[in-house]
C-alpha cells in the first residue's frame, strides 16, 4: 500500500520570508511629521504675531507717558538743581580764606541768557546734606 496525498491536496508550499511589519507605513509616518512640523509652524508664528503686539503696545505705551517721563526728568533736573545751590551755600558759608571765598563767588558762565542746569556735579549726595 501507498500513501496518497490527502483529499484537496497539499498546503501550498511557503517559499517566501514572512517577516512581521515594524511599524506604520512609510506614508502615515510622512504624514504625521508633515502635521507635527505644520503645528509648530503654526505655533511659532502665533508667537511672533504676540511679540509683535507686545512690542507694539510697549511703543504706544511709552508714547503716551512721555510727558509724564518728561516731566518727571524736570522734577529730579530741579531738585538737584536746588541741592548744587544748597551745596554751594554750605561750602560758601564755611570757607574761610578770602581768596577761596572770592573764587567760588565768581560766577562761571558770563552768559545768563540760559538757565544752564548741572547734570553731574561733584562733591556730597543732597540726600546727605
Avoid at 504676540?50 to 510697549?58: A, F, I, S, W
Wanted: charged residues 35%; contains cysteine.
Amino acid at each position: 500500500m501507498q500513501d496518497l496525498p490527502p483529499i484537496g491536496g497539499y498546503d501550498p508550499v511557503q517559499w517566501k520570508r514572512n517577516l512581521p511589519t515594524r511599524g506604520f507605513r512609510a506614508s502615515i509616518y510622512f504624514w504625521g511629521i508633515l502635521g507635527i512640523c505644520s503645528f509648530g509652524f503654526y505655533r511659532y508664528y502665533q508667537g511672533v504675531d504676540e511679540q509683535r503686539e507686545l512690542t507694539r503696545e510697549k511703543r504706544w505705551a511709552r508714547f503716551y507717558l512721555e510727558p509724564l517721563l518728561a516731566a518727571e526728568d524736570d522734577r529730579n533736573t530741579a531738585r538737584r538743581y536746588f541741592a548744587e545751590m544748597e551745596r554751594q551755600k554750605l561750602i560758601k558759608e564755611s570757607a574761610t580764606d578770602a581768596k577761596v571765598k572770592a573764587a567760588i563767588e565768581d560766577e562761571i558762565y558770563h552768559d545768563k541768557s540760559k538757565q544752564r542746569f548741572p547734570k553731574y556735579v561733584a562733591g556730597l549726595n543732597p540726600k546727605d546734606i
